[in-house]
């Protein structure tokens, strides 16, 4: 099968990153393509950035579909777009936030989440809402740490997020962490083994979890609300081009 990772932002370190952690857990049948968006910001760091890097990440999800992909990972803890792209795609569409989420709670009775700006806890709080996960979450813990700060190799970052792990642990009641950001996915195993508890990429669960769904023979549904988008009106101006 043939998986499309997008890493909404523009930053190829971080796609690289992303790309490694997914095909680290991709079964050896699975083929990874890794995209970046090509336009737009650097990092996703609040509601306009994501709006933003929506448009490159729908244009991938839509050239994925001409190179055949089977499922699409949104490698982005806001999950940016998911509904828009599972209206586009014929396979599965899974963001990372929500594939995390789904884990924590079958391996947990609650879980915290670790994750960069201060700004970003309330974009998780409202997904974690929207998921139904409110009530087994203990806590959306920042950071503080700005997103590419993790792409930074003198950064002090793998130290702060093992610290608020620690918190989260010992003041929580938290039995899983979550790591509120794709940047941290090459961080999950060493944490976990560190912590001694389970420490979720949602990377990592997303690819997983799409695989099952392929394996299953499980389409995004197209008989209401995802169907594919309506045609036969305008579109003009800058993204005439987006027209379904
Ligand atoms: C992410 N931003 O996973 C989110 C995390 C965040 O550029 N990739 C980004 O802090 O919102």
Redesign the pocket.
């Known amino acids: 099968m043939r998986i499309k990772v997008i890493?909404?932002?523009t930053t190829a370190s971080?796609t690289a990153k992303i790309a490694a952690a997914a095909r680290a857990i991709a079964l050896p049948s699975t083929e990874i393509i890794a995209a970046s968006g090509t336009t737009g910001p650097a990092?996703?760091?609040g509601n306009y950035d994501e709006a933003v890097a929506t448009v490159g990440l729908l244009e991938e999800v839509r050239r994925g579909e001409a190179q055949g992909c089977d499922g699409y990972v949104i490698?982005?803890?806001?999950d940016p777009g998911l509904l828009a792209a599972r209206e586009i795609a014929s396979g599965p569409v899974l963001g990372?936030a929500e594939a995390a989420f789904h884990a924590a709670s079958m391996v947990a009775t609650g879980f915290s989440v670790v994750?960069?700006?201060g700004r970003?806890t309330v974009?998780c709080e409202h997904l974690l809402h929207r998921y139904g996960f409110e009530r087994i979450c203990r806590r959306v813990r920042a950071t503080d740490l700005p997103?590419l700060e993790l792409e930074n190799p003198r950064s002090d970052s793998r130290r702060i997020i093992t610290e608020e792990c620690r918190r989260a642990l010992a003041e929580d009641r938290a039995g899983a962490i979550v790591l509120?950001?794709?940047?941290m996915a090459d961080l999950a195993r060493d944490l976990s083994d560190e912590l001694g508890v389970p420490v979720i990429d949602g990377v990592a669960v997303a690819v997983t979890m799409v695989e099952g769904l392929v394996r299953l023979g499980l389409k995004t549904a197209k008989n209401f609300d995802l169907a594919y988008p309506i045609t036969g009106k305008s579109w003009t101006g800058r993204l005439a081009d987006m027209a379904p």
Not at 75 to 78: P, T, V
Not at 180 to 183: I, K, V
């Open positions: 890493n909404p932002n971080m990092s996703i760091e490698a982005c803890f806001g990372i994750t960069t700006l970003s974009i997103v509120g950001c794709a940047g």
